[in-house]
């Protein structure tokens, strides 16, 4: 019943940027948070970072902070993936899911029930 559609991915240059986008026809609850993760050809799927939804604070991976930032729009049902300063290390697919745990556990991927079919980020080198 949940759907959830990621979009924006593309190629891009090392050094520059793309926003992904995460959008659900349906009203997000306050008390979830919507999560980000990337898989690349050959690797696990991995955590990016999220965004609880009712606070808008966002939590991000060692390997992306500082780089990416997460925001919301609660209107639109849409969590926004600012990627600057891309590295071909970033080149996955992305996913966004849905998750309704505390933010310790933001970052497993067991208590994402709910994923988009991701889209595709590729940086060149």
């Known amino acids: 019943q949940v759907q959830l559609v990621e979009s924006g991915g593309g190629l891009v240059q090392a050094g520059g940027s793309l926003r992904l986008s995460c959008a659900t026809s349906?009203?997000?609850?306050?008390?979830?948070?919507m999560g980000w993760f990337r898989q690349a050809p050959g690797k696990e799927r991995v955590y990016v970072g999220a965004?609880?939804?009712?606070?808008?604070?966002?939590y991000y991976a060692d390997s992306v902070k500082g780089r990416f930032t997460m925001s919301r729009d609660v209107a639109k049902n849409t969590v926004y993936l600012q990627m600057n300063s891309l590295k071909p290390e970033d080149t996955a697919v992305y996913y966004c899911?849905?998750?309704?745990?505390?933010?310790?556990?933001?970052?497993?991927?067991?208590?994402?029930?709910?994923w988009g079919q991701g889209t595709q980020v590729t940086v060149s080198s």
């Open positions: 899911g849905l998750t309704y745990v505390s933010s310790a556990n933001y970052s497993e991927r067991r208590f994402y029930p709910y």
């Open positions: 349906r009203r997000i609850a306050a008390d979830y948070a």
């Open positions: 965004i609880n939804w009712s606070s808008g604070s966002g």
